[in-house]
Protein backbone atom coordinates (compact mmCIF):
# COMPACT_ATOMS: atom_id res chain seq x y z
CA UNK A 1 0.00 0.00 0.00
CA UNK A 2 1.20 3.12 -0.86
CA UNK A 3 -0.54 6.63 0.74
CA UNK A 4 -0.24 10.49 0.17
CA UNK A 5 -1.89 12.66 2.51
CA UNK A 6 -1.99 16.41 1.49
CA UNK A 7 1.24 15.70 -0.47
CA UNK A 8 2.55 18.94 -1.65
CA UNK A 9 5.41 20.63 -3.49
CA UNK A 10 6.78 23.66 -3.97
CA UNK A 11 9.80 24.25 -6.08
CA UNK A 12 10.14 28.51 -5.49
CA UNK A 13 6.68 29.64 -6.37
CA UNK A 14 6.24 26.93 -8.75
CA UNK A 15 3.60 24.27 -6.68
CA UNK A 16 4.45 21.04 -8.16
CA UNK A 17 2.51 18.88 -6.55
CA UNK A 18 -0.19 20.64 -4.70
CA UNK A 19 -2.49 18.56 -2.05
CA UNK A 20 -2.44 15.70 -3.15
CA UNK A 21 -4.23 12.74 -0.85
CA UNK A 22 -4.73 8.75 -2.54
CA UNK A 23 -3.91 5.33 -2.04
CA UNK A 24 -1.99 2.43 -4.09
CA UNK A 25 -3.82 -0.37 -2.95
CA UNK A 26 -2.22 -3.69 -3.16
CA UNK A 27 -3.41 -6.68 -5.90
CA UNK A 28 -4.00 -3.82 -8.33
CA UNK A 29 -2.31 -1.99 -11.17
CA UNK A 30 -3.05 2.10 -10.40
CA UNK A 31 -2.03 4.12 -13.38
CA UNK A 32 -0.98 7.63 -12.67
CA UNK A 33 -2.16 10.17 -15.23
CA UNK A 34 -1.54 13.35 -16.26
CA UNK A 35 0.12 15.71 -18.81
CA UNK A 36 4.03 16.87 -18.67
CA UNK A 37 4.44 18.49 -16.16
CA UNK A 38 1.53 17.38 -14.33
CA UNK A 39 3.65 16.45 -10.62
CA UNK A 40 4.03 12.65 -11.65
CA UNK A 41 7.25 12.13 -11.10
CA UNK A 42 7.84 14.78 -8.34
CA UNK A 43 5.07 12.58 -6.57
CA UNK A 44 6.75 9.69 -6.96
CA UNK A 45 10.22 11.01 -6.03
CA UNK A 46 8.35 12.28 -2.80
CA UNK A 47 7.41 8.40 -2.06
CA UNK A 48 10.82 7.14 -2.80
CA UNK A 49 12.33 9.80 -0.19
CA UNK A 50 14.38 11.28 -2.85
CA UNK A 51 12.63 14.30 -2.70
CA UNK A 52 11.32 16.29 0.75
CA UNK A 53 7.42 17.13 0.53
CA UNK A 54 7.14 21.09 1.21
CA UNK A 55 4.03 19.31 3.39
CA UNK A 56 2.11 16.32 3.83
CA UNK A 57 3.19 12.74 3.73
CA UNK A 58 3.92 9.86 1.64
CA UNK A 59 4.07 6.28 3.01
CA UNK A 60 4.73 2.71 2.18
CA UNK A 61 3.92 -0.02 3.89
CA UNK A 62 2.26 2.62 6.72
CA UNK A 63 6.23 4.25 6.99
CA UNK A 64 8.06 6.80 5.29
CA UNK A 65 10.84 5.37 2.88
CA UNK A 66 13.54 6.68 5.14
CA UNK A 67 11.78 4.58 8.01
CA UNK A 68 11.87 1.47 6.10
CA UNK A 69 14.56 -0.73 7.63
CA UNK A 70 15.25 -2.35 4.22
CA UNK A 71 13.79 0.06 1.53
CA UNK A 72 14.74 -2.45 -1.48
CA UNK A 73 12.92 -5.39 -0.12
CA UNK A 74 9.82 -3.28 0.51
CA UNK A 75 9.39 -1.13 -2.47
CA UNK A 76 11.46 -1.41 -6.21
CA UNK A 77 11.34 1.69 -8.74
CA UNK A 78 12.15 2.17 -12.34
CA UNK A 79 12.79 5.99 -12.58
CA UNK A 80 12.52 8.19 -15.67
CA UNK A 81 16.24 8.64 -15.70
CA UNK A 82 18.03 5.55 -14.16
CA UNK A 83 21.41 6.09 -13.67
CA UNK A 84 23.88 3.36 -14.70
CA UNK A 85 27.28 3.08 -15.36
CA UNK A 86 27.77 2.52 -19.06
CA UNK A 87 31.14 0.87 -18.49
CA UNK A 88 29.80 -1.68 -16.70
CA UNK A 89 28.06 -4.90 -17.69
CA UNK A 90 24.24 -4.71 -16.80
CA UNK A 91 25.55 -8.10 -14.65
CA UNK A 92 27.54 -6.06 -12.60
CA UNK A 93 25.49 -2.75 -12.59
CA UNK A 94 22.83 -5.51 -10.81
CA UNK A 95 25.64 -6.96 -8.53
CA UNK A 96 26.86 -3.74 -7.00
CA UNK A 97 23.34 -3.05 -5.73
CA UNK A 98 22.27 -6.43 -4.45
CA UNK A 99 25.77 -6.63 -2.38
CA UNK A 100 25.23 -2.82 -1.45
CA UNK A 101 21.80 -4.19 -0.09
CA UNK A 102 22.40 -7.12 1.70
CA UNK A 103 20.61 -9.24 -1.37
CA UNK A 104 22.32 -12.72 -2.29
CA UNK A 105 24.19 -12.05 -5.25
CA UNK A 106 21.56 -15.72 -6.95
CA UNK A 107 18.99 -13.20 -7.46
CA UNK A 108 20.82 -11.14 -10.06
CA UNK A 109 20.68 -14.06 -12.55
CA UNK A 110 17.20 -14.73 -11.42
CA UNK A 111 16.22 -11.35 -12.28
CA UNK A 112 18.17 -11.02 -15.20
CA UNK A 113 15.88 -13.97 -16.82
CA UNK A 114 12.62 -12.76 -15.77
CA UNK A 115 13.13 -9.53 -17.69
CA UNK A 116 14.88 -11.54 -20.86
CA UNK A 117 18.46 -9.84 -20.50
CA UNK A 118 20.32 -13.21 -19.26
CA UNK A 119 21.86 -13.75 -22.78
CA UNK A 120 23.15 -9.73 -22.73
CA UNK A 121 23.62 -9.63 -19.03
CA UNK A 122 27.67 -9.86 -19.76
CA UNK A 123 27.85 -6.98 -22.51
CA UNK A 124 28.36 -3.39 -21.39
CA UNK A 125 25.29 -1.16 -20.85
CA UNK A 126 26.60 1.31 -23.12
CA UNK A 127 25.67 -0.83 -25.72
CA UNK A 128 22.41 -1.75 -24.53
CA UNK A 129 19.33 -0.29 -26.74
CA UNK A 130 16.54 1.82 -24.75
CA UNK A 131 14.93 -1.05 -24.54
CA UNK A 132 16.96 -3.25 -22.95
CA UNK A 133 18.18 -0.18 -20.66
CA UNK A 134 14.09 -0.69 -19.40
CA UNK A 135 14.61 -4.18 -18.85
CA UNK A 136 17.50 -3.30 -16.37
CA UNK A 137 16.10 -0.74 -14.50
CA UNK A 138 12.80 -2.53 -14.09
CA UNK A 139 15.27 -5.99 -12.88
CA UNK A 140 16.97 -3.64 -10.75
CA UNK A 141 13.67 -2.56 -9.27
CA UNK A 142 13.00 -6.55 -8.99
CA UNK A 143 16.26 -7.20 -6.52
CA UNK A 144 14.73 -7.31 -3.58
CA UNK A 145 11.41 -8.69 -4.53
CA UNK A 146 9.31 -6.19 -3.17
CA UNK A 147 5.49 -5.97 -2.21
CA UNK A 148 5.28 -2.39 -3.54
CA UNK A 149 6.19 -1.30 -6.87
CA UNK A 150 6.53 2.42 -8.93
CA UNK A 151 7.65 2.53 -12.15
CA UNK A 152 7.45 6.26 -13.73
CA UNK A 153 6.80 6.34 -17.59
CA UNK A 154 8.41 2.56 -18.46
CA UNK A 155 7.15 2.85 -21.95
CA UNK A 156 8.39 5.74 -22.66
CA UNK A 157 10.62 4.87 -26.42
CA UNK A 158 9.86 1.30 -26.36
CA UNK A 159 8.36 -0.65 -29.32
CA UNK A 160 5.77 -2.23 -29.12
CA UNK A 161 6.77 -5.73 -28.27
CA UNK A 162 8.31 -3.62 -25.55
CA UNK A 163 5.08 -1.92 -24.04
CA UNK A 164 3.11 -5.12 -24.45
CA UNK A 165 5.74 -6.81 -22.58
CA UNK A 166 5.60 -4.25 -19.78
CA UNK A 167 1.62 -4.70 -19.18
CA UNK A 168 1.70 -8.25 -18.77
CA UNK A 169 4.54 -7.73 -16.36
CA UNK A 170 2.48 -5.17 -14.22
CA UNK A 171 -0.37 -7.37 -14.76
CA UNK A 172 1.28 -10.52 -13.49
CA UNK A 173 3.02 -8.61 -10.34
CA UNK A 174 -0.49 -6.93 -9.35
CA UNK A 175 -1.99 -10.43 -9.76
CA UNK A 176 0.55 -12.01 -7.50
CA UNK A 177 -0.65 -9.11 -5.18
CA UNK A 178 1.69 -6.65 -5.16
CA UNK A 179 0.93 -2.94 -5.26
CA UNK A 180 2.06 -1.72 -8.69
CA UNK A 181 1.94 2.25 -9.47
CA UNK A 182 2.57 3.51 -13.00
CA UNK A 183 2.69 6.75 -14.49
CA UNK A 184 2.47 8.08 -17.99
CA UNK A 185 1.04 10.73 -19.72
CA UNK A 186 -0.61 8.99 -22.37
CA UNK A 187 -4.01 7.52 -21.76
CA UNK A 188 -3.71 4.84 -23.89
CA UNK A 189 -0.37 3.44 -22.13
CA UNK A 190 -2.68 2.65 -18.90
CA UNK A 191 -5.88 1.64 -20.05
CA UNK A 192 -5.00 -1.43 -20.80
CA UNK A 193 -3.43 -2.65 -17.78
CA UNK A 194 -4.65 0.00 -15.17
CA UNK A 195 -7.35 -1.31 -12.46
CA UNK A 196 -7.96 1.99 -11.59
CA UNK A 197 -6.35 5.14 -12.33
CA UNK A 198 -5.21 8.60 -10.70
CA UNK A 199 -4.95 11.31 -12.58
CA UNK A 200 -3.82 14.92 -11.79
CA UNK A 201 -3.02 18.19 -13.66
CA UNK A 202 -0.99 21.16 -12.33
CA UNK A 203 -0.22 18.74 -9.05
CA UNK A 204 -3.52 18.77 -8.35
CA UNK A 205 -6.04 15.54 -8.33
CA UNK A 206 -8.70 15.30 -10.74
CA UNK A 207 -10.06 12.11 -10.50
CA UNK A 208 -9.23 8.79 -8.37
CA UNK A 209 -11.24 5.85 -9.74
CA UNK A 210 -11.78 2.78 -11.21
CA UNK A 211 -10.52 2.99 -14.84
CA UNK A 212 -14.00 1.81 -15.94
CA UNK A 213 -15.64 4.13 -14.07
CA UNK A 214 -13.93 6.93 -16.68
CA UNK A 215 -15.83 5.91 -19.54
CA UNK A 216 -19.37 6.65 -18.51
CA UNK A 217 -18.54 10.58 -18.32
CA UNK A 218 -19.99 13.46 -16.49
CA UNK A 219 -23.62 13.68 -19.13
CA UNK A 220 -24.02 10.14 -18.85
CA UNK A 221 -23.32 7.71 -22.01
CA UNK A 222 -23.92 8.95 -25.36
CA UNK A 223 -26.49 7.34 -27.31
CA UNK A 224 -25.55 6.53 -31.08
CA UNK A 225 -28.89 6.70 -33.66
CA UNK A 226 -28.69 5.56 -36.68
CA UNK A 227 -31.83 6.88 -39.19
CA UNK A 228 -32.96 7.69 -42.64
CA UNK A 229 -34.11 11.09 -41.30
CA UNK A 230 -31.52 12.64 -39.21
CA UNK A 231 -32.23 16.10 -39.78
CA UNK A 232 -35.97 15.38 -38.10
CA UNK A 233 -34.84 13.89 -35.12
CA UNK A 234 -32.40 16.47 -34.70
CA UNK A 235 -34.89 19.27 -34.64
CA UNK A 236 -37.46 17.44 -32.28
CA UNK A 237 -34.57 16.50 -29.56
CA UNK A 238 -35.51 18.15 -26.43
CA UNK A 239 -33.06 21.81 -25.54
CA UNK A 240 -31.27 20.04 -23.16
CA UNK A 241 -29.87 17.30 -25.42
CA UNK A 242 -26.19 18.05 -27.06
CA UNK A 243 -26.54 16.22 -30.44
CA UNK A 244 -24.19 15.77 -33.37
CA UNK A 245 -24.06 14.46 -37.16
CA UNK A 246 -21.90 12.27 -37.33
CA UNK A 247 -22.51 10.52 -40.62
CA UNK A 248 -24.93 10.83 -43.39
CA UNK A 249 -27.28 8.79 -41.62
CA UNK A 250 -26.11 8.53 -37.86
CA UNK A 251 -25.98 11.39 -35.19
CA UNK A 252 -24.73 11.00 -31.61
CA UNK A 253 -26.67 12.51 -28.29
CA UNK A 254 -25.90 13.49 -25.18
CA UNK A 255 -28.26 13.87 -22.06
CA UNK A 256 -31.19 12.08 -23.12
CA UNK A 257 -31.66 8.69 -22.62
CA UNK A 258 -32.10 5.82 -25.09
CA UNK A 259 -35.28 4.41 -24.33
CA UNK A 260 -36.25 8.77 -24.82
CA UNK A 261 -34.91 8.62 -28.09
CA UNK A 262 -36.50 5.63 -29.25
CA UNK A 263 -39.95 6.53 -27.81
CA UNK A 264 -39.64 10.09 -29.58
CA UNK A 265 -38.91 8.79 -32.59
CA UNK A 266 -41.80 6.63 -32.86
CA UNK A 267 -43.82 9.56 -31.79
CA UNK A 268 -42.49 11.37 -34.80
CA UNK A 269 -42.68 8.60 -37.23
CA UNK A 270 -39.03 8.21 -37.85
CA UNK A 271 -37.32 5.28 -38.47
CA UNK A 272 -34.40 4.07 -36.71
CA UNK A 273 -31.86 1.34 -37.86
CA UNK A 274 -29.41 1.50 -35.02
CA UNK A 275 -29.69 2.96 -31.26
CA UNK A 276 -27.20 1.99 -28.77
CA UNK A 277 -25.28 3.82 -25.62
CA UNK A 278 -21.42 4.02 -26.70
CA UNK A 279 -18.71 4.15 -24.82
CA UNK A 280 -16.98 7.12 -24.15
CA UNK A 281 -13.14 6.85 -24.99
CA UNK A 282 -10.41 7.16 -22.43
CA UNK A 283 -8.87 10.08 -24.37
CA UNK A 284 -11.90 11.82 -24.45
CA UNK A 285 -12.50 11.73 -20.68
CA UNK A 286 -8.71 11.84 -19.98
CA UNK A 287 -8.61 15.13 -22.26
CA UNK A 288 -12.02 16.18 -20.42
CA UNK A 289 -9.74 15.72 -16.88
CA UNK A 290 -6.96 17.19 -17.75
CA UNK A 291 -7.97 19.87 -20.26
CA UNK A 292 -6.52 21.66 -23.48
CA UNK A 293 -3.19 21.52 -22.07
CA UNK A 294 -2.98 17.81 -23.08
CA UNK A 295 -4.37 18.20 -26.28
CA UNK A 296 -1.33 17.39 -27.84
CA UNK A 297 -0.54 14.18 -26.17
CA UNK A 298 -4.58 12.96 -26.44
CA UNK A 299 -3.27 13.06 -30.24
CA UNK A 300 -0.45 10.51 -29.53
CA UNK A 301 -2.76 8.88 -27.29
CA UNK A 302 -4.77 7.91 -30.11
CA UNK A 303 -2.03 7.23 -32.50
CA UNK A 304 -0.57 4.89 -29.91
CA UNK A 305 -4.09 3.49 -29.28
CA UNK A 306 -4.21 2.63 -33.07
CA UNK A 307 -0.81 0.39 -32.63
N1 LIG B 1 14.00 19.90 -9.47
C1 LIG B 1 13.08 20.78 -9.88
N2 LIG B 1 13.25 22.10 -9.77
C2 LIG B 1 12.33 23.00 -10.16
N3 LIG B 1 11.15 22.67 -10.74
C3 LIG B 1 10.91 21.35 -10.92
C4 LIG B 1 11.85 20.35 -10.51
N4 LIG B 1 11.31 19.14 -10.80
C5 LIG B 1 10.11 19.38 -11.37
N5 LIG B 1 9.88 20.70 -11.44
C6 LIG B 1 8.64 21.33 -11.96
O1 LIG B 1 7.56 20.74 -11.30
C7 LIG B 1 6.47 20.50 -12.17
C8 LIG B 1 6.13 19.04 -12.18
O2 LIG B 1 7.16 18.32 -12.81
P1 LIG B 1 7.20 16.73 -12.87
O3 LIG B 1 6.95 16.17 -11.54
O4 LIG B 1 8.46 16.35 -13.54
O5 LIG B 1 5.95 16.42 -13.81
P2 LIG B 1 5.61 15.11 -14.68
O6 LIG B 1 6.48 14.00 -14.19
O7 LIG B 1 4.16 14.89 -14.45
O8 LIG B 1 5.90 15.46 -16.10
C9 LIG B 1 6.90 21.06 -13.51
O9 LIG B 1 6.43 22.37 -13.62
C10 LIG B 1 8.41 21.03 -13.42
O10 LIG B 1 8.96 22.02 -14.26
MG1 LIG C 1 7.81 12.78 -15.26
Redesign the pocket.
Known sequence: MITARGLT?L??S?R??DDLTFDVVPGTVTGFL????????????MMLGL?RPTSGTATIAGKPYAALAAPLREVGALL?AAAMHPGRTGRAHLRVAARTHGIPLARVDEVLEEVGLAAASRRRIKGYSLGMRQRLGIAGALLGDPGVLLF??PVNGLDLDGVRWIRSLLRGFADEGRTVLV?S?LMSEVQLVADRVVV?GG?RLVADTETSALLTGAGGPRVRVRTPSPDELLRSLPAHAVAERTGDHEIEVAGVAAREIGDLAHGIGVRIHHLAEVEQSLEHAYLSLTGPASAADAAVATEGAAR
Open positions: KYGIAVGPNGAGKSTTMRDDDESHIG
